[in-house]
Nanobody, 114 residues
């Protein structure tokens, strides 16, 4: 059974930081590309950041220079370090694992508000 379990979301003031974690089980983690997506109310889900099995990274233009994705294959975990958070970053953040199959986590809420 494949599980992706996100954690680390919460309420933060503008300019603050959060680190999201996604712990994977039931897959050969090192063979999967991992990604973070987000979905704000009334909007489509969008890719925030991704990291390949070879650790090549890619970011949405809106988060470049503020967010950093990383992975620890020994811990089967992918991270999203989010700095300089803005109110428009408010969304549910989802972890994604993709190879020949694709899996999603349940999501974690991030709210940026004063």
């Amino acid at each position: 059974q494949v599980q992706l379990v996100e954690s680390g979301g919460g309420l933060v003031q503008p300019g603050g930081s959060l680190r999201l974690s996604c712990a994977a089980s039931g897959i050969i983690f090192s063979m999967y590309a991992m990604g973070w997506y987000r979905q704000a109310p009334g909007k489509q889900r969008e890719l925030v950041a991704s990291i390949t099995s070879g650790e090549r990274t890619d970011y949405a233009d809106s988060v470049k220079g503020r967010f950093t994705i990383s992975r620890d294959n020994a811990k089967n975990t992918v991270y999203l370090q989010m700095n300089s958070l803005k109110p428009e970053d408010t969304a549910v953040y989802y972890c994604n694992a993709r190879n020949f199959m694709e899996y999603w986590g349940q999501g974690t809420q991030v709210t940026v508000s004063s």
